[in-house]
């Protein structure tokens, strides 16, 4: 009985905190930023998608895959552009996330 009960009391800790932790808090909007890419960024609890627009102004997270993925490896450091579609997310150690399906990532040319 105990065990059974431990069990339901951590199934709905679970529940609880997947609930909130996946939560959009609005729509996706259009997202077109230029700033410096950062990858390889590591967060506690694992809560960041390792890849970081500094825009002067705030940051945000960018979700980069298959062959953005590897572009946005080689322009570490660098100033780019980048447009996407922009969500907030509540989060666990961070209130908000604000993460972008990044579209397009395209380097700044240095003047």
């Known amino acids: 009985m105990r065990s059974a009960l431990l069990f339901l009391s951590l199934a709905v800790v679970l529940i ?6 996946g939560e959009e808090k609005k729509e996706a909007e259009a997202f077109d930023q230029i700033g410096t890419l950062q990858t390889g960024v590591m967060a506690i609890g694992g809560e960041t998608t390792g890849t970081i627009l500094d825009t002067g102004k705030g940051s945000y997270e960018l979700e980069v895959e298959g062959e953005l993925a590897k572009k946005a490896s080689g ?20 209130k908000e996330r604000r993460i972008v399906n990044v579209k397009t990532l395209e380097e700044v040319p240095r003047k």
């Open 16 to 21: 609880g905190v997947d609930a909130v932790w």
């Open 75 to 94: 322009l570490n450091g660098k100033k780019v552009h980048v447009t996407g579609k922009l969500t907030v997310k509540q989060g666990v150690e961070v």
